[in-house]
């Protein structure tokens, strides 16, 4: 008897070691997978700008980018204590000013300088929902708690999509012309859009993402949203506020990644620094003892290794 269904994966090239140059941007779920990168010594870049929930946010970011197009005074408010940006996530927020053009710019360089280096560039979008600011008549990618009434909220159609999701390919192709596009529809919940809400919004991402991914050279897709959905099936896998995927979900997804995208050559090296990583993060009784010293030079030997063979990594 079949008690579980399984997605059938195959493996993808060009595959992601360590000598890859990755950039994830979109949900927090792209920063779910972005950790997972960083505890294992990947080389990776991560939403410059914060979590970026729908393809208008990302598409926005990577025209300044493209076009090197500055934040400026106009792209900032005062409200609550702090200044923010409508295009950024609230940890860019800062009490001065000209701090959070600095924040902003900033990452607008380090967008431009990692989409230059990219091998991989994953992509995770959340939902086709999107948010207009009446005042300036522009689709935010953060609302920042300000009042409902300041913005007209609507979902995106799937040609709007298809016409974004051919923009943002074409720009990350402009930048690298050999950059593998890796999409991904987000498997958190967005159910403050409502139940039905959600799932229309997903339709849409979908369909209109496979018509991108079925007529463009090097776009990948992969199933994030479908191995929630369809492999666990339970909402023992999310959290307590049954919205976002919990650490089991993200480490089952994980592993379905690592297992089609990531060189199973490197698959050593991971596990190398999976054991120095609970090693450094291991709390001795006794952290005088002459056990717990050797331990750590034990450690350090084995890290200085690694570094020497990969000068990116730190432990």
């Given at each position: 008897?079949?008690?579980?269904?399984?997605?059938?994966?195959?493996k993808q090239t060009p595959a992601i070691?360590?000598?890859?140059?990755?950039?994830?941007?979109?949900?927090?779920?792209a920063e779910n997978i972005a950790d997972k990168f960083s505890y294992y010594k990947f080389q990776n870049e991560t939403n410059p700008l914060g979590v970026l929930f729908h393809p208008i946010a990302i598409l926005d970011l990577l025209k300044r980018a493209h076009c090197n197009n500055p934040y400026t005074?106009?792209?900032?408010?005062?409200?609550?204590?702090?200044?923010?940006?409508?295009?950024?996530?609230?940890?860019?927020?800062?009490?001065?000013?000209?701090?959070i053009l600095v924040r902003l710019n900033s990452a607008l360089k380090s967008t431009q300088n990692q989409l230059k280096n990219a091998s991989h560039v994953i992509?995770?979008?959340?939902t086709a929902w999107i948010y207009k600011h009446i005042e300036t008549k522009s689709t935010v990618a953060n609302c920042h708690k300000q009042p409902q009434k300041e913005f007209e909220k609507s979902i995106l159609s799937v040609d709007q999509l298809k016409d974004s999701f051919k923009e943002i390919v074409s720009i990350l192709k402009s930048f690298n012309p050999e950059v593998i596009a890796i999409f991904s529809i987000s498997p958190v919940?967005?159910?403050k859009d409502g139940f039905v809400e959600n799932n229309q919004s997903k339709s849409h991402l979908m369909a209109a993402l496979h018509t991108e991914i079925n007529t463009t050279e090097n776009t990948r897709y992969f199933p994030s949203y479908e191995l929630l959905m369809d492999e666990l099936r339970d909402y023992r896998f999310y959290n307590e506020d049954m919205v976002h995927p919990n650490q089991i979900a993200i480490d089952y997804i994980w592993d379905k990644?690592?297992?089609?995208?990531?060189?199973?050559?490197?698959?050593?090296?991971?596990q190398e620094v999976n054991q120095l990583q609970k090693g450094f993060a291991h709390k001795p009784f006794n952290p005088l003892s002459i056990e717990h010293t050797a331990f750590l030079s034990s450690l350090?030997?084995?890290?200085?290794?690694l570094e020497s063979q990969f000068p990116f990594m730190k432990f």
């Amino acid at each position: 008897m079949k008690l579980q269904t399984q997605l059938p994966l195959e493996k993808q090239t060009p595959a992601i070691n360590y000598h890859s140059k990755l950039v994830l941007l979109g949900s927090c779920f792209a920063e779910n997978i972005a950790d997972k990168f960083s505890y294992y010594k990947f080389q990776n870049e991560t939403n410059p700008l914060g979590v970026l929930f729908h393809p208008i946010a990302i598409l926005d970011l990577l025209k300044r980018a493209h076009c090197n197009n500055p934040y400026t005074e106009k792209d900032v408010f005062f409200s609550n204590g702090c200044w923010q940006s409508f295009q950024a996530h609230s940890r860019l927020n800062s009490i001065s000013k000209p701090e959070i053009l600095v924040r902003l710019n900033s990452a607008l360089k380090s967008t431009q300088n990692q989409l230059k280096n990219a091998s991989h560039v994953i992509l995770t979008f959340g939902t086709a929902w999107i948010y207009k600011h009446i005042e300036t008549k522009s689709t935010v990618a953060n609302c920042h708690k300000q009042p409902q009434k300041e913005f007209e909220k609507s979902i995106l159609s799937v040609d709007q999509l298809k016409d974004s999701f051919k923009e943002i390919v074409s720009i990350l192709k402009s930048f690298n012309p050999e950059v593998i596009a890796i999409f991904s529809i987000s498997p958190v919940r967005h159910l403050k859009d409502g139940f039905v809400e959600n799932n229309q919004s997903k339709s849409h991402l979908m369909a209109a993402l496979h018509t991108e991914i079925n007529t463009t050279e090097n776009t990948r897709y992969f199933p994030s949203y479908e191995l929630l959905m369809d492999e666990l099936r339970d909402y023992r896998f999310y959290n307590e506020d049954m919205v976002h995927p919990n650490q089991i979900a993200i480490d089952y997804i994980w592993d379905k990644f690592k297992s089609i995208w990531i060189d199973a050559q490197v698959h050593s090296t991971m596990q190398e620094v999976n054991q120095l990583q609970k090693g450094f993060a291991h709390k001795p009784f006794n952290p005088l003892s002459i056990e717990h010293t050797a331990f750590l030079s034990s450690l350090s030997k084995k890290a200085q290794a690694l570094e020497s063979q990969f000068p990116f990594m730190k432990f």
